[in-house]
């Protein structure tokens, strides 16, 4: 019960945040996200005395919460089919798919090594400012390029060795990324639109701004029936295989958790991977028995962009603010540092993945990198309204390589275990960051610019066939 208390205070914190947004010009204007400031709004309001008024709903209950709802949102990416075009263009854009999945899951596992490096360094240097050890720079990761859902995972972990305050740190660090992600990334976002660079853009209308659309004005389908409603829902059997999935991904971390030491305890409790895998393989089974069509595209778009909407404000109304003001000052310039490296090392490889979406990419890697996957898709949904690039099935499918991200996060748990202390623990992630370099050179990530800071845009080396050019053929 305490559950649905909780879910129904995060809807009333995103209508609240809608009608924020409706009438100050401050949040029109910069397109901030309803459910970002209901985050804001949450946690001020968890902080001054809601806690606790409803039996159970606490900041525990709030961050079981973003941890379940983490997980939903990643089987509802891997459930997500590819877009139509990738079965009748020859190939051709399934190939251009594939590549940015690589070249994107390769940035992300690049960045994630350089954010630990920063983070490390400057708790090491600004942490005697309320005595804040160093090995909590190694959380900022798991805050800013995971999200708040594994930022509570591994932090959970942590604090049963003996880590305290591990948790709040945490999400601490994932609620300023959040913020990063959409104060920062918005204007980046219309700065791109207004340089031409997204290629699919549409105009920022009145109803764009106000964040809803009027009576009268024609929209988008939110999805395709597939299934016959006196038989089963549409939506029904979505959420029903949503619901296998997470049963599977439990399945999943039981047969993990037997692996030995630490290892076993830290893959286990990767819940995200885990639902992301299970969802892998209930959409290969579907697509062996030839009913893969069941699942909408558009639907499961939706349904993703609902946990991760919920994901925001949960992950926020989480945050004990109390715990962490004793740390504040090296959170603070921590955040800044990293949030600034991640925009640098984004644009400079985003320029250079060589397709005619790579602005997409750019700003999706930069969601991704301070926020969660679906963040970065929120940034994408500004570029790319009606998906016509295939920018968000890309990052579906960079979760894969971004498996590579194993050794650096096996070595910060071994480091929060004690198993190696965090001066050797930081010279491997050093060398880790450097081979991940290697590998993306020796598999080509990077080409010429397709774009640059002063917006000229240039012949991209990779396109998506447009259906024209598709039927031409």
Same mark, same amino acid.
């Given at each position: 019960?305490?559950?649905?208390?909780?879910?129904?205070?995060?809807?009333?914190?995103?209508?609240?945040?809608?009608?924020?947004?409706?009438?100050? @010009?401050?949040?029109?204007?910069?397109?901030?996200?309803?459910?970002?400031?209901?985050?804001?709004?949450?946690?001020?309001?968890?902080?001054?005395?809601?806690?606790?008024?409803?039996?159970?709903?606490?900041?525990?209950? /709030?961050?079981?919460?973003?941890?379940?709802?983490?997980?939903?949102?990643?089987?509802?990416?891997?459930?997500?089919?590819?877009? #139509?075009?990738?079965?009748?263009?020859?190939?051709?854009?399934?190939?251009?798919?594939?590549?940015?999945?690589?070249?994107?899951?390769?940035?992300?596992? /690049?960045?994630?090594?350089?954010?630990?490096?920063?983070?490390?360094?400057?708790?090491?240097?600004?942490?005697?400012?309320?005595?804040?050890?160093?090995?909590?720079?190694?959380?900022? @990761?798991?805050?800013?390029?995971?999200?708040?859902?594994?930022?509570?995972?591994?932090?959970?972990?942590?604090?049963?060795?003996?880590?305290?305050? #591990?948790?709040?740190?945490?999400?601490?660090?994932?609620?300023?990324?959040?913020?990063?992600?959409?104060?920062?990334?918005?204007?980046?976002?219309?700065?791109?639109?207004?340089?031409?660079?997204?290629?699919?853009?549409?105009?920022?209308?009145?109803?764009?701004?106000?964040?809803?659309?009027?009576?009268?004005?024609?929209?988008?389908?939110?999805?395709?029936?597939?299934?016959?409603?006196?038989?089963?829902?549409?939506?029904?059997?979505?959420?029903?295989?949503?619901?296998?999935?997470?049963?599977?991904?439990?399945?999943?971390?039981?047969?993990?958790?037997?692996?030995?030491?630490?290892?076993?305890?830290?893959?286990?409790?990767?819940?995200?991977?885990?639902?992301?895998?299970?969802?892998?393989?209930?959409?290969?089974?579907?697509?062996?028995?030839?009913?893969?069509?069941?699942?909408?595209?558009?639907?499961?778009?939706?349904?993703?962009?609902?946990?991760?909407?919920?994901?925001?404000?949960?992950?926020?109304?989480?945050?004990?603010?109390?715990?962490?003001?004793?740390?504040?000052?090296?959170?603070?310039?921590?955040?800044?540092?990293?949030?600034?490296? *991640?925009?640098?090392?984004?644009?400079?490889?985003?320029?250079?993945?060589?397709?005619?979406?790579?602005?997409?990419? *750019?700003?999706?890697?930069?969601?991704?990198?301070?926020?969660?996957?679906?963040?970065?898709?929120?940034?994408?949904?500004?570029?790319?309204?009606?998906?016509?690039?295939?920018?968000?099935?890309?990052?579906?499918?960079?979760?894969? @390589?971004?498996?590579?991200?194993?050794?650096?996060?096996?070595?910060?748990?071994?480091?929060?275990?004690?198993?190696?202390?965090?001066?050797?623990?930081?010279?491997?992630?050093? #060398?880790?960051?450097?081979?991940?370099?290697?590998?993306?050179?020796?598999?080509?990530?990077?080409?010429?610019?397709?774009?640059?800071?002063?917006?000229?845009?240039?012949?991209?080396?990779?396109?998506?066939?447009?259906?024209? *050019?598709? #039927?031409?053929?």
């Amino acid at each position: 019960m305490s559950a649905l208390f909780g879910l129904s205070l995060i809807g009333a914190f995103c209508l609240l945040g809608m009608v924020v947004r409706r009438w100050i @010009p401050a949040f029109r204007t910069n397109m901030v996200p309803a459910f970002v400031i209901a985050g804001f709004l949450g946690a001020i309001a968890m902080n001054v005395g809601l806690s606790g008024v409803f039996d159970g709903v606490d900041s525990a209950l /709030f961050a079981e919460l973003t941890a379940v709802l983490f997980t939903l949102s990643f089987i509802s990416i891997g459930l997500t089919p590819p877009p #139509a075009s990738t079965r009748t263009d020859g190939g051709k854009t399934r190939k251009v798919l594939l590549r940015g999945a690589w070249a994107m899951g390769l940035t992300w596992t /690049f960045v994630f090594a350089v954010q630990a490096l920063v983070g490390v360094a400057v708790v090491a240097t600004t942490g005697r400012f309320g005595g804040m050890d160093a090995i909590y720079g190694f959380m900022v @990761p798991f805050a800013f390029a995971q999200g708040p859902g594994q930022a509570v995972t591994f932090a959970g972990i942590f604090e049963q060795q003996g880590w305290a305050g #591990a948790v709040d740190v945490g999400l601490a660090f994932a609620s300023a990324g959040f913020a990063a992600a959409f104060l920062v990334g918005v204007p980046l976002a219309k700065w791109g639109m207004s340089k031409g660079l997204a290629t699919h853009s549409m105009g920022i209308s009145d109803s764009v701004s106000k964040g809803y659309f009027r009576e009268e004005e024609e929209t988008e389908s939110m999805g395709t029936e597939t299934t016959f409603s006196g038989n089963i829902d549409t939506l029904t059997f979505h959420a029903a295989m949503m619901g296998v999935a997470y049963v599977l991904a439990h399945g999943l971390a039981w047969i993990f958790g037997h692996l030995p030491g630490f290892i076993g305890d830290t893959i286990s409790g990767m819940m995200f991977m885990n639902g992301l895998l299970a969802a892998y393989f209930l959409r290969w089974v579907l697509r062996k028995i030839k009913v893969e069509h069941l699942l909408d595209r558009q639907m499961q778009a939706k349904i993703t962009g609902l946990t991760t909407d919920y994901v925001v404000v949960a992950s926020f109304m989480a945050v004990q603010a109390a715990v962490v003001a004793a740390w504040l000052v090296p959170i603070l310039v921590t955040v800044v540092l990293v949030t600034a490296i *991640t925009v640098a090392l984004v644009f400079a490889i985003g320029q250079r993945y060589g397709s005619d979406h790579d602005f997409e990419r *750019t700003m999706g890697m930069y969601g991704t990198l301070t926020g969660t996957t679906p963040t970065g898709l929120a940034l994408v949904r500004i570029l790319d309204p009606r998906m016509r690039t295939t920018t968000m099935a890309e990052m579906g499918l960079m979760n894969l @390589p971004e498996m590579l991200y194993i050794p650096a996060m096996l070595t910060i748990s071994a480091a929060f275990a004690g198993e190696v202390g965090v001066l050797g623990a930081f010279g491997i992630m050093a #060398a880790l960051t450097a081979a991940y370099f290697v590998i993306m050179l020796i598999t080509r990530c990077f080409g010429r610019r397709t774009w640059t800071l002063g917006g000229t845009v240039a012949e991209p080396t990779e396109s998506i066939p447009t259906p024209a *050019t598709t #039927a031409a053929e």
